[in-house]
T-cell receptor, first 112, second 117 residues
Framework: SQQGEEDPQALSIQEGENATMNCSYKTSINNLQWYRQNSGRGLVHLIL?????REKHSGRLRVTLDTSKKSSSLLITASRAADTASYFCATALYSSASKIIFGSGTRLSIRP | NAGVTQTPKFQVLKTGQSMTLQCAQDMNHNSMYWYRQDPGMGLRLIYYSASEGTTDKGEVPNGYNVSRLNKREFSLRLESAAPSQTSVYFC????????????????FGAGSRLTVL
């Protein structure tokens, strides 16, 4: 089974609303990363949070990490139509930082 | 700067045929990866190479072999293709394997769509 599981699997919101996606993982990590994938394209890195960090911001993105619960959340504020995509969390394992495992992803749709 | 280049972009194989997916990066990255993505699913790690001269199994290595030809190139070989290997394959690279420095952020290629009949 995959290291990361994301919730919800699909999310549809109105433009301008905030979108929150959650990621849970099973084993200790070195860092956790979030990626975006537009339909039919490769993945693009959004933000990285290290295991010793609890919160990070980048533009309209806010990521939190709770290592005691083995979970992370990605918040996109003031959503735009261009945010429509699939979002994946990826964990770099503590035992091997080069082994990067992806979650199952959340499909986000922004309604105009 | 081309980044990560994968070839071919599309390939149709018959069951039992073999083929090699090629990946090259021009960013002087140390680590390289092969993932597969099935429809509506996340990415699953097939093999990775933390540095030139090393390769390690990922989550789903069965049916695949890899070669880290040099620092730039990392190939994925299917010796005897099966319909279950129909998927989109992504190659990725990262500067280094150090996690706390944040140097293991992945840069992805555009993907190779493989169909096995």
């Amino acid at each position: 089974s995959q290291q990361g599981e994301e919730d919800p699997q699909a999310l549809s919101i109105q433009e301008g609303e905030n979108a929150t996606m959650n990621c849970s993982y099973k084993t200790s990590i070195n860092n956790l990363q979030w990626y975006r994938q537009n339909s039919g394209r490769g993945l693009v890195h959004l933000i990285l949070i290290r295991s010793n960090e609890r919160e990070k911001h980048s533009g309209r993105l806010r990521v939190t990490l709770d290592t005691s619960k083995k979970s992370s959340s990605l918040l996109i504020t003031a959503s735009r139509a261009a945010d429509t995509a699939s979002y994946f969390c990826a964990t770099a394992l503590y035992s091997s930082a080069s082994k990067i495992i992806f979650g199952s992803g959340t499909r986000l749709s922004i309604r105009p | 700067n081309a980044g990560v280049t994968q070839t071919p972009k599309f390939q149709v194989l018959k069951t039992g045929q073999s083929m090699t997916l090629q990946c090259a990066q021009d960013m002087n990255h140390n680590s390289m990866y092969w993932y597969r993505q099935d429809p509506g699913m996340g990415l699953r790690l097939i093999y990775y190479s933390a540095s030139e001269g090393t390769t390690d199994k990922g989550e789903v290595p069965n049916g695949y072999n890899v070669s880290r030809l040099n620092k730039r190139e990392f190939s994925l070989r299917l010796e005897s293709a099966a319909p279950s290997q129909t998927s989109v394959y992504f190659c990725a690279s990262s500067e280094a394997s150090s996690g706390l420095s944040g140097a293991n952020v992945l840069t992805f290629g555009a993907g190779s769509r493989l169909t096995v009949l």
